[in-house]
């Protein structure tokens, strides 16, 4: 057998082991390294490893890992048999084990009503952090079996999904066509691999007719952002600077609205997230088909023939949470479009020049590019007689 062999093996099995962890949540760092104390009295300062005694969590760290074991063997036994496991009888058990930790915690979550399931959502935003990433994966899986679609939004939004869990969410959410959950995924996702990526990049370059409903109610969230800053902008009761502001985030949107489709709205998060991993977004687009090649291609293509028109257009952050304009934060740089495309034409640089179908578009973007290289040299060039007359001066 060879090494390669025997790693492979090695990795298979230890990944198919699952082992629950002793400690599944973070632990009070307060109550524990005060009380460690060295093991011997005279200990070797120089030693790698100083042996300690004094281990000992905290009696809430205890309990919350207690509530913790308690709720998942009772959630694992109902999932067992999921269709007599109801979604009333889900969030039932969800909001009693999340009212243990908000009395333990001492929380206070508001006046609202528990026989709302907006309830269940406002306890996970309060004291979700403090059900450990096992407990929390397997409400995950439970949310998918019931289709609580709205709790998983939550989960994925406070960062309470884990990087492991993302391969099997990605595809079920693609499955039953959850485009909004899909973008949630691009916007918080600490750690999406390849796999995930080209299920997101094809369900969007290649949408299904099923899809449509979804992907559209995505679109009219852009929309509604995109007449906000229209309105914000011509508000005259604006003060100089938040007027001014409004204005570039009615650039920005309109920019970011006008002339593209409703699943190219949603590649936006893609470019801008910061968590996709530009090696992994490479081998991501290695997997896609001519026609989906083609119509990231296109997609690319408008960004940079909106940033040549409308060079104004920029970064307008303070707007999300100045103005509410959430979509500015989400809409891609020229750096982002850049990088993006430099990705595509870097991994598939053969394959585009020898299919004629490609052409079309790498003509359209060769002329885009050759344009916005002359202006950066005439712009280079005025800045750098700029310099000198300052240096006169």
């Given at each position: ?15 198919s082991l699952y082992f629950p962890s002793e400690y599944p949540i973070v632990l009070d760092p307060d109550s524990i390294f005060p009380n460690l104390k060295p093991k011997l009295d005279d200990p070797n300062p120089i030693s790698a490893a100083i042996p300690l005694n004094g281990w000992q969590i905290s009696q809430t ?333």
């Amino acid at each position: 057998m060879s090494l390669l062999e025997v790693i492979t093996k090695a990795s298979a099995e230890s990944q198919s082991l699952y082992f629950p962890s002793e400690y599944p949540i973070v632990l009070d760092p307060d109550s524990i390294f005060p009380n460690l104390k060295p093991k011997l009295d005279d200990p070797n300062p120089i030693s790698a490893a100083i042996p300690l005694n004094g281990w000992q969590i905290s009696q809430t760290d205890s309990e919350f890992i207690e509530l913790g074991k308690k709720f998942t063997t009772k959630l694992k036994k109902k999932l067992k048999n999921p269709v007599k496991f109801d979604r009333a009888e889900f969030l039932g058990m969800v909001n009693a084990f999340l009212e243990k930790i908000r009395d333990k915690v001492g929380v206070s979550i508001g006046v609202v009503d528990s026989s709302n399931e907006g309830y269940t959502l406002v306890l996970v935003e309060k004291v979700g952090e403090y059900m450990g990433k096992d407990v929390a994966g397997l409400v995950l899986e439970a949310c998918v079996v019931s289709e609580v679609w709205e709790l998983v939004g939550t989960l994925i939004a406070n960062g309470l999904v884990s990087s492991s869990c993302y391969k099997d969410l990605v595809a079920k959410i693609v499955a039953k066509r959850r485009t909004e959950l899909v973008c949630m995924c691009l916007r918080h996702a600490s750690d999406l691999g390849s796999s995930e990526l080209v299920m997101i990049l094809k369900y969007f370059l290649s949408p299904t007719k099923d899809a449509y409903d979804s992907i559209v109610e995505v679109r009219k969230e852009w929309e509604s952002q995109a007449l906000l800053a229209a309105e914000k902008a011509s508000d005259r009761s604006l003060s100089g600077k938040k007027l001014g502001m409004a204005k570039e985030a009615a650039v920005l949107l309109m920019v970011a609205y006008d002339g593209f489709s409703s699943a190219e709205l949603c590649l936006h998060y893609l470019l801008v997230s910061k968590n996709v991993d530009e090696v992994i977004l490479s081998s991501a687009v290695s997997k896609l088909s001519g026609k989906e090649m083609v119509n990231l291609l296109r997609y690319l293509g408008k960004w940079l023939k909106k940033y040549e028109r409308f060079p104004q257009a920029g970064p307008c952050h303070k707007a999300s949470t100045t103005l509410g304009l959430k979509a500015c934060d989400w809409v891609p740089k020229f750096e982002d479009v850049l990088k993006c495309t430099g990705v595509v034409l870097d991994e598939n640089y053969s394959a585009l020049v020898l299919h004629p179908e490609f052409h079309e578009e790498l003509r359209s973007i060769n002329k885009v590019v050759g344009s916005l290289t002359l202006e950066a040299r005439l712009c280079c060039s005025v800045a750098n007689v700029a310099d000198k007359l300052k240096a006169e001066v």
